[in-house]
């Protein structure tokens, strides 16, 4: 029987680098967009030419009714991989708003609660299942305008644990995967030469991040190559953490 993986916010970046990965992986991959309906034809079209399957379904996973009509063009579901990435503003507490910082840190979280609290409803009845949650090194970062951003991840990966706990009796593992800084369109704004010569100075392997870094190690772990791990965060940083100053 064919095996089927959902991906959030998969039109782009590490989302649509997930999607072809599982494809090839021989997984039909469901994949899942909000807006750009354009981003996501060409990841379909991509995946298609390759010899695989996928189809786009259009939904904002923070939305319970919108959540429950992807589930259902699911059928069944072994690999469920939370990407859907809520843009976070970047201030200090001296002049953020609440509004600003709760909408950040409960949009991320409502991105993954109801998507997953009916994932967990199919896999329970087959007891077996993956699901992977994509966060951010920025969890454990503290750095100027991080506020809302690392609030949330961490939230994020608390709610990911949880999960993991209630998962594991129904033979459900539950993950997390933490990228450092990746080449992303979301990031390309943000990047500068110089920005990017620092950070591969700063990293063991001498460069950024990429989409298809994180992709292969969020697809090994729901592949089933870590059958036996569960609750725990994988960082993909390129070896940037483990460097120190001097």
């Known amino acids: 029987m064919e095996k ?8 782009r970046g590490i989302g649509a680098a997930t ?3 599982l494809a090839a992986r021989g997984y039909h991959v469901i994949v899942n967009y909000r807006r750009d309906g354009a981003a996501v034809k060409a990841v379909v079209d991509a995946i298609e030419g390759a010899g ?18 992807l589930i259902a063009a ?3 579901l072994d ?37 997953s609290k009916l994932a967990l409803a199919l896999m329970r009845e087959r007891r077996q299942g993956r699901i992977v949650y ?18 949330a991840k961490a939230a994020l990966e608390a709610f990911a ?14 993950n997390i995967v933490a990228p450092g800084a990746v080449r992303t369109d979301a990031s390309a704004g943000l990047r500068t030469p110089e920005l990017e010569a620092a950070l591969g100075r700063r990293s063991v392997l001498g460069r950024m991040v990429d989409p298809e870094d994180v ?14 791990v569960t609750g725990t965060r994988v960082t993909v940083d390129a070896g940037h953490g483990i460097l120190v100053d001097v």
């Not at 089927?4 to 916010?9: I, N």
């Not at 994509?134 to 609030?151: F, T, Y």
């Not at 992709?215 to 036996?228: E, R, S």
Request: with cysteine; net charge negative; glycine share 10%.
């Open 74 to 76: 699911c059928r069944r």
């Open 215 to 228: 992709a292969a190690v969020i697809a090994t772990i729901a592949d089933g190559g870590f059958h036996a």
């Open 134 to 151: 994509v966060s951010s090194v920025a969890a454990d970062l503290v750095r100027p305008g991080g506020l809302a951003h690392a609030s």
């Open 79 to 115: 690999v469920l991989v939370c990407n859907a990435n809520i843009q976070p503003p970047f201030a200090p507490l001296a002049t953020m708003t609440w509004e600003d910082f709760a909408g950040k840190v409960t949009g991320e979280l409502a991105a993954v609660f109801h998507v």
């Open 19 to 21: 999607a072809r990965e």
């Open 161 to 174: 644990r949880q999960v993991a706990g209630e998962a594991g009796p129904y033979g459900i593992t539950v």
């Open 4 to 11: 089927v993986a959902l991906v959030t916010g998969a039109g």
């Open 52 to 69: 695989g399957t996928a189809e786009p379904v259009r939904a904002d996973v923070r939305e319970p009714r919108q959540v429950e009509d």
